[in-house]
């Protein structure tokens, strides 16, 4: 039988109270949401989960000292809003130092979906960082589940559930100080507890914060994340922020959008909340009825779009293709290390992205890594005769020089479809498999990047 969202909301439907949703927040109830990754949830993978249906979107963990300083810049090319900030060059005076993209935000298609996540251990320091994105966003969430020393080192993450009463004023300070005023929800993410009743108390203290809504990860901090979930302490944390009219999201293992509607109407959660399965396909928040898991080469395709036009990080990107690109399809194992876009399209055969792709490696300074030129004409970087480079590349270059001399160059890419609808896609060359639940159920990539290539350059490492 299949379970539709309204079945699983009628099981939380006798929650008495409820806290006010602001006027731009969001209510968290009846959604199932990707869950905070950081590296793999940077924009283009947002856009991507919003494409195949999640309901809202959770961006990487910030820590609050990264945003704190940042400069907030719209992208004259694809109008992202973009924060930047020099990164830290380690005490070396002389290092070239290049402004780093901390994070992105599309405004239009992460519109009424965008949750920013903030790592921190300092209620002035959280609001004085939720304050540079309260504007761009939908709610601010907290991290309380983060089990790395990185973090809790810091007193963040998993380490605020041992010091409820700082965690506690971290929530208070930014309902008060940034939900109030930019009328927006604050919530917090957190893991069980050993001791169920250490879970309650500190559960019943975080629901009377003010905030609008609290995910469950079903792992104590410990656990590690191949270990299965616990569910068992899941009903009393539901109860207990239904009691207060909180919303309750669960999170730990949840595999699809119907997976969670019954675990929704099972435990009588309000949402549910997905990480890994999500990285490994996105189109896992396609309902059966409606599809169902798409094949992983449709996947990377539309992934690829969307970090062409979101000029994602190369690096970022395939680190994401790894985990999209199943370990048994080594013929496209080329994809996963090439140094340019163009030759992740080529690997990949995408035709009909080469000169997008071309275009946005000229923009991040990628084209000189080039196997061959475009199309046999356009040279390397290194080569200074513009005349000899392909339309799609003169383009790129346009809109880069405007946009290094303070302008607004003119759009010359092709604009993403919208995140829900537009017609089929083409794919030239892409040989389909057979069906799209063979080819989904393949495992994801074993052999992550180099490390090199996907250190956060500012953002700590996954959670
Ligand atoms: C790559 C990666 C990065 C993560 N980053 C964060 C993070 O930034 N913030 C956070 O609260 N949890 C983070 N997590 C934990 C997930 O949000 C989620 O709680 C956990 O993976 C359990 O969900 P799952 O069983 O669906 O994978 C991360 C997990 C992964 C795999």
């Known amino acids: 039988m299949t379970t539709t969202i309204a079945d699983a909301a009628g099981a939380s439907a006798q929650a008495v109270p409820r806290v006010p949703i602001p006027a731009k927040g969001v209510d968290y109830r009846n959604k199932i949401v990707l869950a905070p990754m950081v590296r793999s949830g940077e924009l283009p993978s947002r856009l991507l989960a919003l494409k195949y249906g999640a309901d809202l979107v959770w961006g990487p963990e910030t820590i609050d000292r990264a945003m704190i300083g940042a400069t907030r810049k719209i992208n004259p090319r694809n109008g992202l809003v973009e924060f930047t900030r020099l990164p830290s060059n380690g005490g070396r005076?002389?290092?070239?130092?290049?402004?780093?993209?901390?994070?992105?935000?599309?405004?239009?298609?992460?519109?009424?979906?965008?949750?920013?996540?903030?790592?921190?251990?300092?209620?002035?320091?959280?609001?004085?960082?939720?304050?540079?994105?309260?504007?761009?966003?939908?709610?601010?969430?907290?991290?309380?589940?983060?089990?790395?020393?990185?973090?809790?080192?810091?007193?963040?993450?998993?380490?605020?559930?041992?010091?409820?009463?700082?965690?506690?004023?971290?929530?208070?300070?930014?309902?008060?100080?940034?939900?109030?005023?930019?009328?927006?929800?604050?919530?917090?993410?957190?893991?069980?507890?050993?001791?169920?009743?250490?879970?309650?108390?500190?559960?019943?203290?975080?629901?009377?914060?003010?905030?609008?809504?609290?995910?469950?990860?079903?792992?104590?901090?410990?656990?590690?994340?191949?270990?299965?979930?616990?569910?068992?302490?899941?009903?009393?944390?539901?109860?207990?922020?239904?009691?207060?009219?909180?919303?309750?999201?669960?999170?730990?293992d949840v595999t699809s959008r119907d997976h969670g509607l019954e675990l929704m109407s099972e435990f009588g959660v309000d949402g549910a909340m997905i990480a890994t399965s999500g990285e490994a396909n996105s189109s896992c928040f396609r309902s059966q009825a409606d599809g169902g898991l798409a094949p992983w080469r449709d996947v990377v395709y539309e992934y690829m779009r969307f970090c062409i036009d979101c000029e994602n990080r190369l690096g970022n990107t395939k680190y994401l293709l790894n985990m999209l690109i199943p370990g048994k399809a080594k013929e496209f194992n080329q994809a996963k290390v090439a140094k340019s876009y163009l030759d992740v399209c080529r690997f990949l055969k995408f035709e009909d992205l080469y000169s997008q792709a071309a275009a946005v490696d000229v923009i991040l300074g990628l084209d000189d890594k080039w196997t061959s030129p475009l199309d046999g004409e356009a040279p390397s970087q290194s080569d200074t005769k513009p005349d000899s480079k392909s339309e799609a590349v003169k383009n790129a270059m346009t809109s880069e020089s405007a946009r290094a001399a303070g302008g607004g160059a003119a759009r010359k890419k092709t604009p993403s479809p919208a995140v829900h609808g537009g017609g089929p896609v083409r794919r030239t060359s892409t040989p389909k498999p057979k069906t799209a639940e063979a080819s989904a159920d393949q495992p994801i990539a074993e052999s992550p990047a180099p490390a090199s290539e996907t250190q956060p350059q500012v953002q700590p490492q996954a959670v």
């Open 93 to 252: 005076t002389n290092a070239a130092v290049k402004e780093s993209t901390i994070y992105r935000i599309d405004p239009n298609r992460e519109k009424g979906k965008l949750i920013y996540q903030i790592g921190t251990a300092n209620p002035e320091l959280a609001v004085q960082a939720a304050k540079m994105v309260a504007a761009d966003v939908d709610g601010i969430d907290v991290n309380s589940g983060c089990p790395k020393p990185f973090s809790t080192s810091g007193g963040m993450g998993a380490a605020l559930l041992r010091t409820p009463d700082l965690l506690c004023s971290i929530l208070e300070a930014l309902v008060k100080e940034v939900g109030e005023p930019f009328q927006i929800g604050i919530s917090v993410k957190i893991r069980i507890l050993a001791d169920p009743q250490d879970t309650e108390a500190l559960v019943t203290r975080l629901v009377r914060t003010g905030i609008t809504g609290l995910t469950v990860h079903c792992r104590t901090t410990p656990m590690r994340p191949r270990e299965r979930a616990i569910r068992d302490q899941l009903s009393m944390v539901a109860r207990i922020c239904h009691e207060a009219g909180v919303a309750c999201l669960m999170n730990g």
